[in-house]
């Protein structure tokens, strides 16, 4: 981590985006859509669980209800902090705490929460950004959870372009319009990142960068740092 | 057609939703059948010729909409009843597909209880 003091900024203009009411309430829409999948099997599981008796809960069902409950809660979980960042980003409320963040460290510490088997890196030797952490690892880590998918091995390959850091992440390839505004009608997504790639564009937007999808990668840019080492 | 507990088909692309409501029915003396699309089920149904379909909307391969659209065109096996279990709190397209009643998620447990007792053929 850099000794380099952090500075707190407010997101840039960019960063928000003032959606026609048309759209705005079809990504509430959608939103909700996708929330209330995992919302009704927590209550369910919760609800059979507290009907059963304790000899009945440390059983087989009763442990398959526990399961089914915390795994709707963690899906609740990812789908609630998206929608809520997504939001705060669109009025740029979020101030960010901009700081040099070397990349291979950034991939190191949410590898494991995307649910990345296979992960290889391709990155020069103390490639850095100027971003907030926190940020940029959600944006990370929806990125390679996407490109995980089905359990596809996942390749991050990084360059310097100018004033910028491009990293291209190859591994499942992203679906046509990946990065477009969710729309109520598409099917459910069971991991609860149904919103991650949306709200991965406006974090990257944010960071003074940008997100956009190829054929067969996801591309992240964003502004480069000095190496820290 | 085998005798015994009446036959529920659970229709839905979300695999815990699906498991969660087979769990209730089964607890419930229900036998259970599910799909995770509407083509699934076309299968199901002309395989097994259940009492009543929990069918949710929004589902890949084939909606919920086009498989109810199938089933009508299936002789008797169209009037297998059906019950809409859907994300979206509008009713309108319950209607549009001719279900027999419509369950916003998250509905209750008894809410469902009380539809499949109802509707169950």
């Known amino acids: 981590m850099s000794n380099e003091p952090r500075t707190e900024t407010p997101a840039p203009e960019g960063a928000s985006e003032h959606l026609p009411n048309d759209k705005r309430s079809s990504f509430l829409g959608f939103s909700a859509h996708e929330i209330r999948n995992p919302l009704s099997t927590a209550l369910w599981s919760a609800e059979l669980l507290a009907r059963l008796s304790s000899e009945e809960r440390g059983g087989a069902r009763g442990e398959k209800l526990s399961g089914m409950c915390l795994r709707a809660l963690r899906r609740l979980k990812i789908l609630v902090e998206d929608h809520f960042l997504s939001e705060r980003l669109a009025i740029g409320g979020l101030p960010l705490r901009l700081e040099v963040v070397t990349v291979a460290e950034a991939?190191?510490?949410?590898?494991?929460?995307?649910?990345?088997v296979n992960l290889s890196l391709d990155l020069p030797q103390g490639l850095a950004v100027r971003a907030d952490r926190?940020?940029?690892e959600h944006a990370l880590e929806a990125l390679l959870a996407a490109a995980a998918r089905e359990g596809a091995p996942v390749r991050v390959e990084g360059a310097r372009a100018d004033d910028e850091v491009r990293l291209k992440v190859r591994g499942a390839p992203p679906a046509p319009d990946a990065l477009a505004m969710p729309q109520k009608g598409t099917p459910s997504d069971p991991s609860g990142r149904a919103l991650a790639l949306y709200t991965a564009r406006r974090v990257a937007a944010a960071l003074g960068g940008s997100l956009s999808a190829s054929a067969d990668a996801y591309v992240l840019a964003l502004p480069i740092a000095a190496d820290p080492h | 057609m085998a005798e015994g507990p009446p036959?529920?088909?659970?229709?839905?692309?979300?695999?815990?939703?699906?498991?969660?409501?087979?769990?209730?029915?089964?607890?419930?003396?229900?036998?259970?059948?599910?799909?995770?699309?509407?083509?699934?089920?076309?299968?199901?149904?002309?395989?097994?010729?259940?009492?009543?379909?929990?069918?949710?909307?929004?589902?890949p391969v084939m909606d919920g909409v086009a498989f109810a659209s199938a089933l009508r065109r299936r002789g008797t096996l169209g009037s297998v009843p059906v019950v809409v279990i859907s994300a979206d709190s509008n009713p309108d397209r319950a209607v549009a597909v001719g279900a027999r009643g419509f369950l916003a998620k998250p509905f209750d447990i008894d809410a469902l209880l009380a539809q499949v007792a109802a509707n169950v053929r």
């Open chain 2, 7 to 59: 036959l529920v088909l659970v229709v839905d692309d979300d695999p815990d939703i699906l498991e969660a409501i087979c769990d209730i029915l089964g607890a419930e003396g229900y036998r259970v059948a599910r799909a995770r699309h509407g083509l699934e089920a076309l299968e199901r149904v002309e395989a097994e010729r259940p009492a009543l379909i929990l069918l949710d909307l929004m589902m």
């Open chain 1, 107 to 116: 991939i190191a510490s949410i590898a494991g929460k995307a649910g990345v």
């Open chain 1, 134 to 136: 926190g940020m940029l």
